[in-house]
């Protein structure tokens, strides 16, 4: 080891003295905005990554649609799988009911499903925690669990379900019975929205509630992995038949605005929390800098063992460097911590402040999602070794350009 | 990097020669001229002892001659060659009034420092670090740090890191300045003997009659001239 850095090393780690609290102090600060980074970096990431699951794992991939519905769903899925990229295909149709279950009434979301096919495309079963997918069929329904508890029906409950065809009924003064369904499953997703206020039928029984019988609103399509799903979509846009007024979009592109919002937000969030690290590159200046007036003498004398200003200046700039390399591997480390005890964390606060509430309607998820995602962690170790090595700059040209002969005779 | 061939030629050379050595320093409205021309040439093996009161110019002298300051006019050479920083690790040492140790390091790898500038120290640089150590008397402190020495054994140790790299030329300001008689006469044997084995020339720069006596030539410095 150059004798340079052998006397940066010393400098922050001496001999004989057990902590060496100039040294943590100034990794300490570098180390907590790290932290913060990764932290904050990883928990936006993680949003992300929860945005894309329930809209992947409800929706597929790639979902088509067609405005006024597609009439031979067979045909269409037949093409549809012809498309090079796509893997399967499942038939939906949508719409809004009046649900009643003990005179307790709700407005949910339906969605109808082809129950043999649906499975090759979104991983439903997964989340669904009371009762079978399998045994959903033409007179039952599965519940999101937050609505089930709302309107307290439990599995092999009957629930009433009114649709809009109630109101034509009315106006011309048919009589019309809302269709009784036996609740055979309850599902849980994670996301607020979707456990509240979405009820899954057969496509069947959908069709017959809104009138449509034999016609889908779209499909869910699944692509092959690793296949960009803007790309997918695109090729399914250019196979569709122009009669079918079609449209297919990729996940990314349905929730544009709020992945849009969360990257900016992102974004934003980094580049303000870069500031806690240049405060802490700030605080490593004056201490080193303090260490050159205070070692005025010493560095006189380098000079007069054969030093040469350029080594003095690597000097310091090195202990700059350690001090970054040293915080931002403590604060990767206490970032990780945090992030792995975050649920007990959160949990902690909202006991503190009683939200636990209001932030699980505001955030929609139950628990904080954290996804490390590679480029952040790249851009906050590049950035906070090169912040503190800048750091070290003043410092090291101030004690370069010391003459050994004045710095000798300072007293 | 330079290591000093072994042939007579060099034995020849001055190991140090300045000629027509000028300095002076801005003071105030005018500049007052420090050095006026001074000549020196020293042997191998040669010890000069320098003298002369307080701000005559000796410390200057000797920063021109260590190559740290540069004079205003006048030539020096050392070795024969003219002197450069990145030389100057291998060529002198430098012994100083106040001890200038550094205060995170303990005392072999201070004397180790000086091999540092070279290369990073071996096992044979490690073994003549603890042996001079042992020559000045200080072997069984080798693992204390500076702070922990006393004046006199502070000393000793930059004795020890000035002679590390077995220099050509040993430049010493007033070393036992802040020492006690008694410490500052061993300092001073020290210093002549180890010179005397290795045949290094010394500059002595002391206002201690006795220790100047020791020298083998003995210059008075006055008016900025060698008397
Ligand atoms: N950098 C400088 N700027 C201005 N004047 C200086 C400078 N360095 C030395 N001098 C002046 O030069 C003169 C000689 O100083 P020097 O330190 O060489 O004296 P000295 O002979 O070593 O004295 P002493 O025995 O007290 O150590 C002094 O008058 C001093 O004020
Ligand atoms: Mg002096």
Known sequence: MPWYLYLALKQLFPAGRKFPFFTAISVLGVALGVMVLVVSTSVMGGFGREIRRWTVDTTGDVQVRADGGINRPADFLAQLTKVPGVVAATPFAEGVVMLEHNLKPSYPAVRGIDVERVEAVTPLSKYIYFGKLDDLDDDSVILSSQLAAAIGARVGDKVEVYSPLLIEALKSDEAYLGRELRVCG????????????????????????????????????????????????????????????????????????????????????????????????????????????????????LGALG?????????????????????TVTGLALGATVLTFRDNIVAAFTRLTQSEAAIERFYQFKQLPAHYSASYITAIIVCTITVCTLAGLLPAWRAARLKPVEALRSE | MNPAPSSSATDAAPVLQAAG????????????????????????????????????????LL????????????????????????????????????????????????????????????????????????????APRATHLSTQLSGGERQRVAVARALMNSPQLLLADEPTGNLDERTGDAVIELLLELCRETRTALVLVTHNAVHAGKTSRHLSLHNGVFQ
């Open chain 1, 186 to 301: 309850i599902f849980e997703i994670g996301h607020q929205a979707l456990d509240s206020s979405l009820v899954f039928v057969t496509l069947r029984t959908m069709q017959d509630l809104y009138g449509r019988r034999g016609s889908a609103d779209g499909f869910d399509v699944k692509i092959t992995p690793g296949l960009d799903p803007d790309e997918a979509a695109a090729r399914i846009n250019a196979a569709l038949p122009p009669a079918l007024h079609g449209h297919a979009r990729s996940w990314m592109e349905i929730n544009h605005d709020l992945i849009f919002i969360l990257q900016l937000e992102q974004n934003m969030i980094f580049f303000l929390l870069t500031f806690i690290i240049i405060v802490a590159a700030f605080s490593v200046t004056s201490s080193l800098l303090i260490s050159v007036v205070r070692k005025t003498r010493e560095i006189g004398l």
């Open chain 2, 63 to 138: 920063n021109l001659l260590s190559g740290l300051d540069t004079p205003d006019a006048g030539t020096l050479t050392w070795a024969g060659h003219p002197p450069r920083g990145d030389r100057r690790a291998a060529f002198l040492g430098m012994v100083f009034q106040s001890f200038y140790l550094i205060p995170e390091l303990n005392a072999l790898d201070n004397v180790l420092m000086a091999a540092r500038m070279l290369k990073p120290p071996g096992a044979a640089e490690r073994a003549r670090a603890a042996d001079l150590l042992a020559r000045v008397g200080l």
């Open chain 1, 307 to 327: 030093g040469q200003p350029r080594q003095v200046a690597a000097c310091f700039c090195f202990q700059g460097l350690v001090i970054g390399m040293a915080g």
């Open chain 2, 21 to 60: 050595l000028r300095k002076s320093f801005l003071s105030g409205e005018g500049s007052i001229e420090v050095l006026r021309g001074v000549d020196l040439s020293v042997m191998a093996g040669e010890s000069v002892s320098v003298r002369g009161e307080s701000g005559c110019g000796k410390s200057t």
